[in-house]
């Protein structure tokens, strides 16, 4: 009986030991194992048991406690690693690199599913003249508002990303095509047009590109900047959208652009000139110099088309000197009374030698400073490049005597701004608001709020475009000081000015 109770109690207690066992020993390194798998397909992020322990247990425990910390923060630095490879630091946004994998995702996706691909190439207008006026940290700040703009525009699967500079990218991918990417254009101009508190507003040019069966993430992101380009040169601040004529048109203007540079030596270029009056007498004060190309097989250009290619092509540096040369030796014939005037381009700025340009030329030809007026249109002087130097050229100018004039007033976007920044002699109202001032109530406020802040800031006022006696009598009522358009006289010849008084001499 004794024996059996003896070995009941050994039973027992080699019973109790493997339950003392399991819950002491087994069972941690169970949990152990248990976290360690969780651990390896990064799950884990429980405590480990058993670290407060003092035997060998504990031991293991706060091994695995410390191998796991470490392994933990390799894993951060890795995916931050990866983060960095893939985004742009100062945005957060995806870059170049994230971009293009993600498109020719998209590109391969969009053939099984039937899907298009919308690219947009997003560009900042004038960022260099932000960058010059409020320097590199005013600079960094539209690009995190652009990103945050844009950002906010997007649906959760479109990405956005910057692709450096002030260049950014969306890819949008949607069955419903056109709709989807007139929806986002229209979001994106509404936010970039919302008033916001601080004072710089983000302009932005945009083309976009649809996916074509068969296309590479490159050629889809080549059509989306050939129409952002597009949308540069029809005045920024706008959208174009990809289509095949829009590559004929780049065809001709990559044409037109060639031709130019041959213009000059072939004499293809010449100048008409434009009479300005005044608007009592009609007696002419000024002629107005514009540009004329006639291509030898396309014909008259305007120069509304290749100006803007000569800018861009950086022509326009040897066509504005050949202008001042030409206008000025037009001038040295005419009655010293009369003014020239002349167009100058916001690039041409970009020389520093201007204003030295335009004194050796009124020397060579013996013409009055006083009798120079220099026409500039807004967009040169207060968001066009280095505004600083362009306002110190004018100045210089203005100095010596020339005049300084504000062309196409009211078509920009902060006419009163540019008045305060610089002094103005005279100030010209876009022929637009002309045409329409007798049947646009808008237009013929503009017109005379002008006139009445001409008068008020003691400069002199012209209306561009004056067409019939009818305007020309409003104009007259309304104190206008001058007026130039084809009820004047329309632009002519150099030879054809001899008739109007003007002697002509020289070659
Ligand atoms: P702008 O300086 O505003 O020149 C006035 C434009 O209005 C001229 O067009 C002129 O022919 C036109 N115009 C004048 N009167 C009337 C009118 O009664 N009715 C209508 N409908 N139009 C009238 P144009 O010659 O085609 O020149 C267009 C623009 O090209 C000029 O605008 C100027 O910005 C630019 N441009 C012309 N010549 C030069 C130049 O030598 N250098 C530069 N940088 N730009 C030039
Ligand atoms: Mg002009
Ligand atoms: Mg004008």
């Given at each position: 009986?004794?024996?059996?109770?003896?070995?009941?109690?050994?039973?027992?207690?080699?019973?109790?030991?493997?339950?003392?066992l399991g819950r002491r020993l087994v069972l941690p390194i169970t949990v152990m194992a248990?976290?360690?798998?969780?651990?390896?397909?990064?799950?884990?992020?429980?405590?480990?048991?058993?670290?407060?322990?003092?035997?060998?247990?504990?031991?293991?425990?706060?091994?695995?406690?410390?191998?796991?910390?470490?392994?933990?923060?390799?894993?951060?630095?890795?995916?931050?690693?990866?983060?960095?490879?893939?985004?742009?630091?100062?945005?957060?946004?995806?870059?170049?690199?994230?971009?293009?994998?993600?498109?020719?995702?998209?590109?391969?996706?969009?053939?099984?599913?039937?899907?298009?691909?919308?690219?947009?190439?997003?560009?900042?207008?004038?960022?260099?003249?932000?960058?010059?006026?409020?320097?590199?940290?005013?600079?960094?700040?539209?690009?995190?508002?652009?990103?945050?703009?844009?950002?906010?525009?997007?649906?959760?699967?479109?990405?956005?990303?910057?692709?450096?500079?002030?260049?950014?990218?969306?890819?949008?991918?949607?069955?419903?095509?056109?709709?989807?990417?007139?929806?986002?254009?229209?979001?994106?101009?509404?936010?970039?047009?919302?008033?916001?508190?601080?004072?710089?507003?983000?302009?932005?040019?945009?083309?976009?590109?649809?996916?074509?069966?068969?296309?590479?993430?490159?050629?889809?992101?080549?059509?989306?900047?050939?129409?952002?380009?597009?949308?540069?040169?029809?005045?920024?601040?706008?959208?174009?959208?990809?289509?095949?004529?829009?590559?004929?048109?780049?065809?001709?203007?990559?044409?037109?652009?060639?031709?130019?540079?041959?213009?000059?030596?072939?004499?293809?270029?010449?100048?008409?000139?434009?009479?300005?009056?005044?608007?009592?007498?009609?007696?002419?004060?000024?002629?107005?110099?514009?540009?004329?190309?006639?291509?030898?097989?396309?014909?008259?250009?305007?120069?509304?088309?290749?100006?803007?290619?000569?800018?861009?092509?950086?022509?326009?540096?040897?066509?504005?000197?050949?202008?001042?040369?030409?206008?000025?030796?037009?001038?040295?014939?005419?009655?010293?009374?009369?003014?020239?005037?002349?167009?100058?381009?916001?690039?041409?700025?970009?020389?520093?030698g201007l204003a030295a340009e335009i004194c050796d030329a009124a020397l060579r030809w013996?013409?009055?400073?006083?009798?120079?007026?220099?026409?500039?249109?807004?967009?040169?002087?207060?968001?066009?490049?280095?505004?600083?130097?362009?306002?110190?050229?004018?100045?210089?100018?203005?100095?010596?005597?020339?005049?300084?004039?504000?062309?196409?007033?009211?078509?920009?976007?902060?006419?009163?701004?540019?008045?305060?920044?610089?002094?103005?002699?005279?100030?010209?109202?876009?022929?637009?608001?002309?045409?329409?001032?007798?049947?646009?109530?808008?237009?013929?406020?503009?017109?005379?709020?002008?006139?009445?802040?001409?008068?008020?800031?003691?400069?002199?006022?012209?209306?561009?475009?004056?067409?019939?006696?009818?305007?020309?009598?409003?104009?007259?009522?309304?104190?206008?000081?001058?007026?130039?358009?084809?009820?004047?006289?329309?632009?002519?010849?150099?030879?054809?000015?001899?008739?109007?008084?003007?002697?002509?001499?020289?070659?």
């Amino acid at each position: 009986m004794s024996v059996l109770l003896g070995g009941l109690g050994i039973v027992a207690i080699i019973f109790g030991m493997a339950i003392w066992l399991g819950r002491r020993l087994v069972l941690p390194i169970t949990v152990m194992a248990a976290r360690l798998r969780e651990f390896r397909v990064g799950e884990s992020d429980g405590d480990v048991p058993g670290v407060e322990r003092a035997d060998e247990l504990g031991d293991l425990a706060r091994g695995l406690y410390e191998y796991r910390n470490a392994v933990e923060s390799r894993r951060t630095a890795e995916r931050r690693a990866e983060f960095l490879a893939n985004h742009d630091m100062l945005t957060g946004l995806a870059n170049r690199l994230l971009f293009e994998s993600r498109l020719a995702h998209e590109l391969a996706r969009s053939a099984r599913t039937g899907d298009v691909v919308a690219v947009f190439a997003v560009d900042l207008d004038a960022f260099k003249a932000i960058n010059d006026r409020f320097g590199h940290a005013g600079g960094d700040r539209v690009l995190k508002r652009t990103a945050h703009l844009l950002s906010s525009c997007v649906r959760g699967d479109d990405l956005v990303a910057r692709i450096g500079g002030d260049e950014f990218a969306v890819i949008q991918v949607a069955r419903s095509q056109p709709a989807a990417i007139e929806a986002l254009i229209s979001r994106i101009f509404k936010m970039a047009s919302a008033p916001s508190d601080e004072g710089v507003a983000i302009r932005m040019s945009v083309g976009v590109a649809l996916s074509e069966p068969g296309q590479t993430g490159d050629q889809l992101h080549e059509l989306a900047d050939l129409a952002l380009y597009r949308a540069k040169a029809d005045g920024r601040n706008t959208a174009r959208v990809y289509n095949k004529n829009l590559k004929d048109e780049e065809t001709q203007r990559v044409r037109l652009a060639r031709d130019l540079e041959a213009a000059i030596p072939a004499n293809e270029l010449r100048l008409v000139f434009q009479p300005i009056a005044d608007t009592i007498s009609l007696k002419i004060v000024a002629y107005e110099a514009l540009l004329r190309w006639r291509h030898p097989s396309l014909g008259d250009i305007p120069p509304d088309i290749f100006v803007p290619i000569a800018e861009s092509s950086g022509l326009i540096g040897a066509i504005g000197s050949w202008v001042i040369d030409e206008a000025l030796r037009a001038a040295s014939a005419w009655d010293p009374k009369v003014s020239l005037a002349m167009n100058l381009s916001p690039i041409q700025f970009r020389s520093v030698g201007l204003a030295a340009e335009i004194c050796d030329a009124a020397l060579r030809w013996d013409v009055d400073f006083e009798r120079l007026e220099l026409e500039v249109t807004e967009s040169a002087t207060l968001m066009g490049f280095q505004r600083d130097n362009v306002l110190a050229t004018l100045e210089k100018l203005r100095k010596l005597g020339a005049k300084v004039v504000m062309d196409d007033f009211g078509t920009g976007h902060s006419s009163l701004g540019n008045l305060k920044e610089f002094t103005f002699d005279k100030i010209k109202i876009d022929r637009s608001f002309v045409a329409t001032m007798n049947s646009h109530a808008s237009s013929s406020s503009i017109v005379r709020a002008t006139i009445g802040l001409g008068k008020s800031l003691g400069l002199i006022i012209v209306a561009e475009g004056v067409e019939t006696e009818e305007q020309l009598s409003v104009l007259r009522r309304w104190g206008c000081d001058q007026v130039q358009g084809f009820l004047i006289g329309k632009p002519m010849d150099r030879f054809d000015l001899v008739g109007n008084g003007m002697v002509l001499v020289g070659p």
